[in-house]
């Protein structure tokens, strides 16, 4: 299988391009702070899920780019939360965009807690 096959990885592609679309709309003032930021790591989320399947001959490789992928989502979400006080997202967007999130969440989660099931050799 290839990485782009992977769920997490069309889940968290779709949500990145979601927000490159609707940052678009932030203020000018914003573009070197939040567009910036919730740009860059919405798209770790996903980079960081191609990278972890690349590694997973070594378990540990794999566990720990999982990781910065799910640390990367919470981040994600934070600036999502930012937006939303900021007034540059409404409540129902934002519920829509953070439902993704935590379902991206779930997802890595899952191949976290099961790397044999994603090609990792366990001992």
Known sequence: MDFKDL???????????DIFEIS????KEE???LT?????????????IAESYRKRRYINHFISKLTDSD???SETNTW??????????????????????????KLINYMINNPSKFGCQTK
């Open 7 to 17: 769920l997490a990885y069309k889940k968290s592609f779709e949500l990145a391009m």
């Open 24 to 27: 678009k709309t932030f203020p």
């Open 31 to 33: 573009t070197y702070s």
């Open 36 to 48: 910036d930021q919730i740009r860059r790591s919405s798209r770790s989320v996903t980079a960081n």
């Open 71 to 73: 640390a990367e989502n």
């Open 80 to 105: 999502l939360e930012f937006s939303l006080k900021c007034k540059y997202i409404n409540q129902e967007l934002f519920d829509h965009l953070n439902k993704k999130s935590i379902e991206v969440g």
